[in-house]
């Protein structure tokens, strides 16, 4: 029995579900990790950003589309199709926060990661909060809900 296992593992070896897996366990590990993220992202922002080219799907937030209030992260989207379009101040000023977030994702693998998950609870709570409102301010500042 331990030898079919053998036979089955050694044959998978080479596949793509079993390369995949490398790739993801690899991307929590140091340089290398923000390498792999940071590369899946520009890769995605780039796609991203020539589909939107060809085809515009208009609003896709659930709450600007259905009341025409933005949310918090409304801007996500243009954050990437900009990024992939290489527009990196539009990127900021259409979120900051998906931008920072982005960066701050990106960059986990060399110890920001660590340094969140070691916060207290109610302090992650309460930075989360103070941002997502400060966000939902930026929004609503530009679309023009709120004056400047």
């Known amino acids: 029995?331990?030898?079919?296992?053998?036979?089955?593992?050694s044959r998978a070896r080479g596949?793509?579900?079993?390369?995949?897996?490398?790739?993801?366990?690899?991307?929590?590990?140091?340089?290398?990790?923000?390498?792999?993220?940071?590369?899946?992202?520009?890769?995605?922002?780039?796609?991203?950003?020539?589909?939107?080219?060809?085809?515009?799907?208009?609003?896709?937030?659930?709450?600007?589309a259905l009341t025409g209030v933005p949310c918090p992260l409304c801007g996500g989207t243009t954050v990437f199709i900009e990024l992939g379009a290489a527009h990196p101040v539009k990127a900021l000023l259409a979120s900051p926060v998906v931008l920072l977030g982005a960066i701050g994702l990106a960059t986990a693998p060399l110890g920001s990661g660590r340094r969140w998950w070691a916060l207290d609870p109610r302090r992650r709570a309460w930075i989360i909060g103070v941002t997502l409102g400060l966000s939902w301010v930026w929004q609503l500042a530009r679309f023009g809900f709120l004056p400047l």
């Open 15 to 64: 596949r793509p579900a079993d390369v995949l897996g490398r790739v993801f366990a690899a991307s929590g590990d140091g340089a290398l990790g923000v390498v792999l993220r940071a590369g899946g992202m520009a890769t995605a922002a780039v796609v991203v950003s020539a589909l939107h080219r060809v085809h515009d799907p208009g609003t896709l937030c659930p709450l600007r």
């Open 1 to 9: 029995m331990d030898v079919a296992r053998g036979q089955v593992a």
